[in-house]
């Protein structure tokens, strides 16, 4: 079993006290605790990494990387990794914010569009009672849905000032059009999620393509994210056309360039402007609920460990249980 030094103290406090940190700050720090660059020394690093969760798996708890899929800048940032009756006692929200933010994630992940993102006046229309947990009384044995009076109550206002601290806790963001989005802290910590309940993925990097490109066929379910579609067209001799059924992919060229492995906690951001998913008819598809435990001042919790394949084509989403 390995042995955490001040060192790895030091790289698991700044995230403890400072959340989620770009790439370059997380390197900047490790830099000045080791006297190495994570470029240079590439294996010491992954060391450390390891290391770390080594340690952090005993208390369910694990340092993870992630890339914002709005700006396409790599965080890393602590996660929990279990979700339980006494990891929920470690939220600073409340039962309706916590309800709030799952309907808020619920509608971005639906957008058939991709678009990853909804207007201000959209959250604040969010009906509280679509996440109201199933399984009670009423519900099993038939009867209408009893909405908590936590529900009723909770005004616009609360709405307002809720949407304020979760975009300053990461959960959410204000993207460059003012539209509300995922924070990091969310694709943080809804990765396994997302799988699970097959979120439609990027056909380059299999992550969930929250923010993404669609195929302008409107038969095919392919979609990118803007760096993952930068990354597989700046190749050479690779042509411009939907890896899934062919159909010529719009856009102009990429200039070949040097571009890192997407999922390597080790990436180097991509400070590009991610271009806007090309319009595409709307579709219709099923009301999904959203009703996981929280864990440890998280509204919703996730683990890193479910690797299954999720298909492109299912829009199904299943309950956060």
């Not at 050479?236 to 906690?265: F, H, I, L, M, Y």
Request: aromatic share 8%; hydrophobic share 30%; proline share 6%.
């Amino acid at each position: 079993m390995p042995t955490l030094s001040w060192r790895h103290h030091t790289l698991i406090q700044s995230l403890l006290s400072r959340g989620p940190l770009k790439e370059d700050d997380f390197h900047s720090i490790f830099s000045h605790v080791t006297g190495k660059s994570p470029g240079a020394h590439l294996q010491l690093f992954n060391e450390y990494l390891r290391n770390i969760n080594v340690e952090l798996g005993y208390v369910q708890f694990e340092l993870r990387a992630c890339r914002n899929q709005y700006d396409g800048n790599v965080y890393y940032g602590l996660v929990n990794n279990i979700s339980d009756d006494q990891s929920k006692l470690g939220t600073k929200y409340t039962v309706p914010q916590i309800a709030f933010y799952k309907g808020i994630v619920e509608v971005i992940i639906q957008d058939v569009e991709a678009q990853g993102s909804i207007s201000n006046i959209q959250a604040l229309n969010i009906r509280m009672e679509n996440q109201i947990p199933r399984g009670t009384d009423s519900q099993s044995q038939g009867g209408p849905t009893q909405v908590p009076p936590a529900f009723k109550n909770f005004s616009m206002a609360q709405k307002e000032k809720t949407l304020e601290q979760l975009m300053q806790d990461n959960w959410l963001c204000l993207t460059l059009d003012g539209k509300i989005g995922l924070g990091v802290r969310s694709f943080l910590d809804l990765r396994s999620w997302f799988r699970t309940n097959e979120v439609p993925a990027c056909e380059v990097c299999n992550e969930a393509a929250v923010k993404a490109q669609l195929c302008p066929n409107e038969g095919c379910n392919v979609r990118m994210h803007p760096y993952c579609l930068k990354k597989k067209f700046s190749r050479k001799q690779v042509e411009r056309v939907c890896p899934g059924c062919g159909t010529k992919w719009p856009g102009s060229a990429v200039k070949a360039e040097a571009v890192q492995e997407e999922n390597d906690p080790n990436l180097t951001s991509q400070n590009s402007q991610p271009p806007e998913p090309s319009v595409r008819a709307k579709r219709r598809i099923r009301e999904v609920g959203i009703n996981n435990a929280e864990s440890d001042s998280c509204p919703v919790s996730a683990s890193l460990h479910e690797t299954k394949r999720v298909t492109r084509n299912s829009a199904r989403l299943k309950s956060f249980r």
